[in-house]
């Protein structure tokens, strides 16, 4: 689903801002996966908006949700974000869209799993093209999402992510189970 305007274009500036300064102090890294993007992991700013969103989604969706982290992303021409699950972290997702310069960059949602294996149903795809401001509200961990390659010189996205409160998911707050993995070793 479609949710127009989370931030306003004062929130968007800021936080735009602070990636690419992000990136100049060299405060980022790049996935083997998507070498033509600089991402962040938690960072304050982009947590606040973690905090800052919860009510209004949990509104959206009528159930209680915690938090698990925030995780920013600035593409460039030639990204491609392939078709994948979320780790069960990610019950919860919502991509945002902070700022594109190019043509809008759909991304695809699919509900059936057999999308990675072989051929499925066109109509069980869905594809969202957003706006800057506007954010997609999807289940990372049981849908597959992905977008084709990238045609713009850049984009900012944040991805927000929770689980349900009384959910299966619940030890994932704060991506906590992911901290202690790290931790361990």
Known sequence: MIIKSVLDVEQR????????NIIKEG????????KNADSTYKHPAFQQVLYDVKPFIERVIGKEIYPTYSFSR?????????????RPACQVSLTLQVYSDGDPWPIFVCDDPHILTEEV?????KEYKLEDGDAVLYN???????RDEYTGKEQHQIFLH?????????DHKDDALLNKELANG
């Open 162 to 170: 929770y689980v349900i409160a009384d959910g299966p998911h619940k």
């Open 27 to 34: 405060k980022t890294f790049v996935e083997d996966n998507h």
């Open 140 to 146: 990372g961990c049981d849908q597959i999402h992905w």
């Open 13 to 20: 500036k800021k936080l735009l801002h602070t990636m690419r």
């Open 121 to 125: 149903d066109p109509s069980t795809i």
């Open 74 to 86: 600035l593409y460039r021409k030639g990204s491609i974000l392939e078709k994948h699950f979320d």
